[in-house]
Nanobody, 115 residues
Framework: QVQLVESGGGLVQAGGSLRLSCAAT????????MDWYRQAPGKLRDLVAR???????NYADSVKGRFTISRDNAKNTVYLQMNGLKPEDTARYYC?????????WGQGTQVTVSS
């Protein structure tokens, strides 16, 4: 059973930082890509950051220069370091792993940024 478990969300003031974690129940190298998405109330779920099996990364324009996606292969964990947080970053953040043609989602972790 493939499971992704997010953690690290919370309440932070604008300008602050958080680091989200996504722990997988199997090697993260088994995934073609691992992504962080976010969804605010009443809005669509949007891609925030991606890391490929080969280590390439890309980011949504809204977070470039502030967020960094990384991984720890030994811990089967992908991280999202979020700096310079803004109130508009408030959302539920989800981890997604794509393996062959299957997508696996975590349950999400809430990030709330106060102004």
């Amino acid at each position: 059973q493939v499971q992704l478990v997010e953690s690290g969300g919370g309440l932070v003031q604008a300008g602050g930082s958080l680091r989200l974690s996504c722990a997988a129940t199997l090697s993260i190298f088994s995934f073609n890509t691992m992504d962080w998405y976010r969804q605010a109330p009443g809005k669509l779920r949007d891609l925030v950051a991606r890391i490929t099996r080969g280590g390439s990364t890309n980011y949504a324009d809204s977070v470039k220069g502030r967020f960094t996606i990384s991984r720890d292969n030994a811990k089967n964990t992908v991280y999202l370091q979020m700096n310079g947080l803004k109130p508009e970053d408030t959302a539920r953040y989800y981890c997604k792993g794509t393996r062959d043609f299957d997508n696996y989602w975590g349950q999400g972790t809430q990030v709330t940024v106060s102004s």
